[in-house]
């Protein structure tokens, strides 16, 4: 069982600082999600850990080793690409064996693991296949299954699904989580999908522009985001955001609307402007007008199935609310609305953090 | 108006109009070809009658057992087969070496990225296209200084520097599009440069290895400057042993000899495309494996 430690992790691609100052520690037997959007670093950064990419300085311990200098196949690793990346002309079984007969195990031992990870991951009737004759999920469980003969304490994998249709895609991460829990080693998983990140992981690293911007758990992540980027990339229908001023008794100023934030767990005092982000799930319709409430233009609504996503306009500025299809249907030109601000995110507009 | 369109005129006289071009396309090559076959088998009073297309009244295989084994170039009268083993002895090893040689190379340039790498290609893409004539001499002065002018290793050696520019571009071209993620997969199975290049590469090249290895074979078969200027009298290939038999004036020209000796040299590079043509279609196509 091994942890990882990454410090003050620096890398540059010419003038582009792709990798800034990361930090990382990761407990043993964690599964680490980094989730960012394209061009962010996270790959890269995955590759520096296993060894594949040089870095500019910092350093990375595998399981208490310093391993900043060693090379790939010393680091304790197991790596799942995304193009699985299968030898193309040797059969499943010659795929699945072949780091063990590069380091030397012997053959017996080579045969005993590949039996029993065939066997894990019902691989074992198309043993003698070549990866061309397999499908694209059958391919992506022998690049699993490379991965785990291995037996490695730590397991990289880079968006190693987004090549799969929807249906295994959420199969397949089924079975990551299943296999997680059995073999107990530290997975560290890159991908772009937050809905992935959201059911796989123990602790969610979201990147931008080669920083870190938020690493805790996905129902922190989700419910209190650090950051104005984090809060927008995460959860789907996305959170909407609002500009407001926020005066020194608490209250929001919204395009002529007062609201009470009392109620808001502030972390840090201040005045000024700000955003307010709300998810759809934050807003409920009031529909007795007796009621107090903020009244607002209705847009145009979108059926999503178990719910309708419908969008407003209050002073010029849109959001969206996640609504009993039958209760949005009734929805006319205007309706009253009511915000959960305790459970609302507050961003200071000049620094984009968490207020 | 009328457009030109293949649906709507008529079929027939598109065709025909294809099939006259390529028949006479065709004849232009293989004309020559015809004359060169019926000649060599003619008897020389036949030839002498001056009708070039006429078919031989009395065929005849002996100019071509004349031609391998007596014909005259200088003073020795061994015929060809001296020259012709001379080429195998200066094509075998030249061409391995110099397929191998790019394939390495090649391989390293595309997959393992180190600082210079993009000079250096440009530098192998200019190499590759400057005249042998401009730096023969330099060649022929360094190669008698140490000792391998006029030399079996020599002739090779000038072979493969010759022909690695080439065939570094092609296998560097060729392995740039397999997946970069092979190798850090392979580098995270423990294998290091020369295994992942045995074991994962070159099981994957069959075809690129064919082509280029026919690329070659012809090449240095066919060449014939390179082989009179650094082979040494002793290993003259057959391309310049052809030359030496058809130039020789002493009595009468045997065009029926040397018609058969023409034969014979360019005969192996066709053998080589008939036997392994298919790898030129096969092979290439079975590149990596994507999702």
Known sequence: MSGISIKDLNKWHGPLHVLQAIDLQIDPGEFIVLLGPSGCGKSTLLNAIAGLEPINSGSIDIGGVDVTHVDPSRRGIAMVFQSYALYPTMSVRKNLSFGLTVNKVPKATINQRVDRVAKML?????????????????????????????????????????N?????????RGELKRLHASLGATML?????????????????VMKGGKVEQYAPPEELYERPATLFVAGFVGSPSMS??????????????????????????????????????????????????????????????????????????????????????????????????????????????????? | MATFDRSAGSPFVYKLAIYLVLI???????????????????????????????????????????????????????????????????VVPATAFSVLAGAVTGYALAMWPFRGAKALMTALMIVAFIPYQVILYPIVRIFSTIGLYNSLPG????????????????????????????????????AGFTRI???????????????????????????????????????????????????????????????????????????????????????????????
């Open chain 2, 197 to 291: 290049f045995v074991s994962i590469i070159l099981p994957m090249s069959p075809g690129i290895l064919a082509v280029t290895t026919m690329m070659q074979f012809t090449a240095i078969w066919n060449d014939y400057l390179l082989g009179l200027i650094f082979a040494g009298r002793d290993n003259l290939p057959m391309t310049v042993q052809l030359s030496n038999i058809v130039h020789v004036s002493m009595g009468e020209i045997e065009y029926n000899v040397n018609m058969a000796a023409t034969l014979l040299t360019a005969l192996p590079p066709l053998l080589l495309y008939f036997l392994s043509g298919r790898y030129f279609v096969q092979g290439i196509t079975a590149g990596a494996v994507k999702g």
């Open chain 1, 241 to 355: 955001f609002l500009d407001a001023t926020l005066t020194s008794d608490k209250t929001l100023e919204l395009g002529g609307l007062s609201l009470d934030m009392r109620a808001y767990p502030f972390t840090t005092e201040m005045t000024g402007k700000v955003v307010l982000g709300l998810r759809p799930e934050h807003i409920s319709i009031v529909e007795d007008t007796a009621q107090p409430g903020i009244d607002v233009t209705t847009l145009f609504i979108e059926p999503m199935g178990a719910d309708t996503l419908c969008w407003f306009e209050i002073a010029g500025q849109k959001f969206s609310a996640r609504l009993n299809p039958v209760l949005a249907r009734t929805l006319g030109k205007t309706a009253r609305v009511r915000f959960a601000l305790e459970r609302a995110s507050l961003f200071d507009s000049a620094t984009e953090k968490r207020i």
């Open chain 2, 24 to 90: 006479l396309v065709a004849a232009a090559f293989l004309l020559p070809m015809f004359v060169m076959v019926v000649t060599a088998l003619k008897p020389m009073d036949e030839i002498r009658s001056g009708s070039i297309f006429s078919f031989p009244v009395d065929p005849s295989l002996d100019h071509f057992g004349k031609a391998w084994l007596s014909a005259c170039s200088g003073l020795s009268c061994s015929g060809l087969s001296e020259g012709f083993w001379n080429s195998i002895k200066i």
């Open chain 1, 164 to 172: 799969l249709d929807a249906k295994l895609r959420t199969e397949t």
């Open chain 2, 155 to 190: 002739i090779i050696l000038i072979h493969v520097i010759f022909g690695l520019p080439v065939m570094t571009m092609i296998f560097k071209n060729y392995y740039i599009g397999l997946p970069q993620e092979l190798i850090k997969a392979a580098r995270i199975d423990g």
């Open chain 1, 189 to 205: 998983y890159v991908t772009h999908d937050q809905i992935e990140a959201m059911t796989l992981a123990t602790r969610v690293a």
């Open chain 1, 122 to 162: 019902q691989i074992e009737s198309y043993l003698d296949r070549k990866p061309a004759a397999l499908s694209g999920g059958q391919r992506q469980r022998v690049a699993i299954g490379r991965a785990l003969v291995r037996e490695s304490s730590v397991c990289l994998f880079d968006e190693p699904l987004s």
